[in-house]
């Protein structure tokens, strides 16, 4: 069994920022691909950030430069800083994390931003 735990959303002003944690365990290997994903009221599960077992990241072009996702000392853990937040980044942040050809997802945080 896996599980995938996110926190650290909340409500803040556009222009701040926020740093969401996401912690795999259980049945996992030592340094699992990871992700963030968002999902906006109305919208679909969309790509962030994600991170593979080697280091290699990739971002959505809405997030680039603003956001950073990276590896805790521990390897099973993932942090996703979010920097000069817009309205439009409001949505539930949603980790997951792909061990053995399996892919584990948490259940959400939600991130608010509104003035």
């Known amino acids: 069994q896996v599980w995938i735990v996110e926190s650290g959303g909340g409500l803040v002003q556009p222009g701040e920022s926020l740093r969401l944690s996401c912690v795999a365990s259980g049945d996992i290997v030592r340094r699992p691909g990871m992700g963030w994903y968002r999902q906006a009221p109305g919208g679909q599960r969309e790509p962030v950030a994600t991170i593979t077992s080697n280091g290699d990241t990739v971002y959505a072009d809405s997030v680039k430069g603003r956001f950073t996702i990276s590896r805790g000392h521990i390897n099973t853990r993932v942090w996703l800083q979010m920097n000069s937040l817009k309205s439009e980044d409001a949505a539930v942040y949603y980790c997951?994390?792909?061990?053995?050809?399996?892919?584990?997802w948490g259940q959400g945080t939600q991130v608010t931003v509104s003035s």
């Open positions: 997951a994390a792909s061990v053995k050809g399996n892919d584990y």
